[in-house]
């Protein structure tokens, strides 16, 4: 089993993500459809970094080759990742995330 967990500053990515370029390199067309705020791109992003830390390859690839999708019900997950487990969380002004695979 490894796990990987990730925080970040939303405000770090709400100036971010008012670089278009960015966006389009860290998250796809599908997560930046979903995304309609900063902490929504936060939480993504610490998602992703979550899951290549419990992959324990370190950034080896674009992030947006990466996509979290969500479940009818809500639920994070990555789309193609077999038994990868996603939570994402907020509070203030901080995203955070935790991936747990077996």
């Not at 770090?12 to 997560?31: G, P």
């Not at 990868?84 to 955070?96: L, P, R």
Request: charged letters at 25%; glycine letters at 6%.
């Amino acid at each position: 089993m490894r796990i990987g967990t990730d925080i970040i500053q939303i405000s770090r990515i709400a100036k971010s993500i008012e670089n278009r370029h960015f966006v389009e390199s860290v998250f796809t067309e599908n997560e930046q459809a979903y995304c309609k705020t900063a902490q929504s791109y936060a939480g993504l992003f610490a998602a992703k970094e979550a899951y290549l830390k419990a992959l324990e390859t370190g950034i080896n690839r674009r992030l947006n080759t990466i996509e979290i999708l969500h479940t009818d019900k809500g639920k994070p997950y990555i789309d193609g990742a077999d038994k990868c487990d996603i939570s994402i969380s907020h509070d203030g002004d901080y995203a955070i995330a935790v991936c747990i695979m077996e």
